[in-house]
């Protein structure tokens, strides 16, 4: 990536770059929508299917084709299920859990696309490669680290939700690339049907077993709102898309760690977190892994 940052190739290289860190910035707040609207009795697995079948419906009218693409293109499968336990984890964590120890937590991720990379693109890892994995995880580790000693674990069911939410997002970005040569609008079309189908039969499995309440209805304003949250989710999806599809897979993964940086602030600003030194420092770390990230090849 690095090579393609000087000279006439810079865009090749930057605008993907650019893309993701879009992406990481509206993940990176979208724990307060999700919230707002829990608080409006919509469960974020409910509230995350009906988004996702909103944005899922603006694009089956836009291009129609995509959808019998997906249909006929057992891979694009892999993706749906990638992505739907992505969003459905994700927001569920986030909404219910201390949102900085979740998104660190689902950040352990660089981790799984290493490996993923390896194992289902034939990525080489290298030197750099593992300094930059090791300062994200120094970072991760740094602020999960327990004030009484012990390893940085899971301790609950958003805590839980933020492994695996990292795991299948690392997925995700893999098979974005694998199936790099599909048509874009059969990528999304997968990503915003596993949002909805994934979400959704969740949310109607643990509402009928009594472990979530039946989704509430929205006043307008709020449905409004939705609505909108739904178009920053499609657009966020598609940098997704354009930059995860040009990068490599480790890279993807460092970039999309400022998630890290905006959740933080976001949830500091706002109420939901403390910013400690621990908190900075482990920032620190994890910023410098994404810098690394940008020279890479150097």
Known sequence: MSRA?????APRALLPALALTFNAFVWGLSWWPFRLLHAQGLHP???TALIYLLALALLVAARPRALLQLARTPALWVLVLAAGT???SFNW??????VVRVVLLFYLMPLWALLLGRVLLHEKLNA???VRMALALAGAGTVLWPEGGGLPLPRNLPEALGVLGGFSFALN???LRRQAHQSPAARGMAMFMGGAVVAGALAA???AAGRVPAPAVLPLPWALGAMAFAGCFILANL???YGATRLPAQVTAVIMLSELLFASLSAFALGAGDFTGRLLLGGVLIVSAVVLATRRGH
């Open 5 to 9: 940052l000087h000279g006439g190739a």
């Open 45 to 47: 697995l409910w509230s």
């Open 86 to 88: 992505t969003n459905a």
């Open 93 to 98: 964590a986030a909404a219910t859990g201390d």
């Open 128 to 130: 750099a490669a593992g």
């Open 173 to 175: 970005n893999v098979m």
């Open 205 to 207: 499995l643990l509402t």
């Open 239 to 241: 940098a997704l898309q």
